[in-house]
């Protein structure tokens, strides 16, 4: 449940919340409850997708992918979603670099894309 819960708000831009477990025992019939603290902590907004590596006509068709929008409030897990969206737009053989640039002074996070492909190997003729 306290991953469950987590999970919860981070989908929503809470990225610094914690939730603690709060047991209370009732002795007369042996039993524990647990209420769940949230500290919810500040939401941070999307700002800015930077995505590198491919060419400007494949840039704009992954930009017009991207969903999430400047002020949205930031969900760590849409990244993925976005990735599995745009696999039938890439070449094959890319592989993904991503950072999340977390400003904890405007409550922003800033998601940097890179995109590299691998050459296939040539095969040698005996």
Same mark, same amino acid.
């Given at each position: 449940d306290l991953e469950a819960a987590h999970a919860a708000y981070l989908t929503?831009?809470?990225l610094r919340q914690q939730t603690r477990p709060?047991?209370?025992w009732d002795e007369s019939i042996h039993e524990v409850s647990y209420e769940l603290q949230v500290d919810e902590g500040d939401q941070y907004k999307f700002a800015t997708v930077? &995505?590198?590596g491919v060419d400007d006509r494949l840039r704009m068709l992954l930009r017009s992918e991207w969903s999430m929008r400047e002020d949205d409030p930031f969900d760590p897990g849409y990244v993925k979603t976005f990735l599995q969206s745009a696999h039938s737009l890439l070449p094959p053989g890319?592989?993904?670099r991503i950072?999340?640039?977390i400003n904890d002074n405007n409550k922003t996070v800033d998601v940097? &894309?890179?995109f590299?492909?691998?050459r296939p190997l040539k095969t040698q003729n005996p």
């Open positions: 929503r831009g809470y709060v047991p209370t930077d &995505i590198t890319a592989v993904t950072g999340q640039d940097s &894309i890179h590299e492909f691998q």
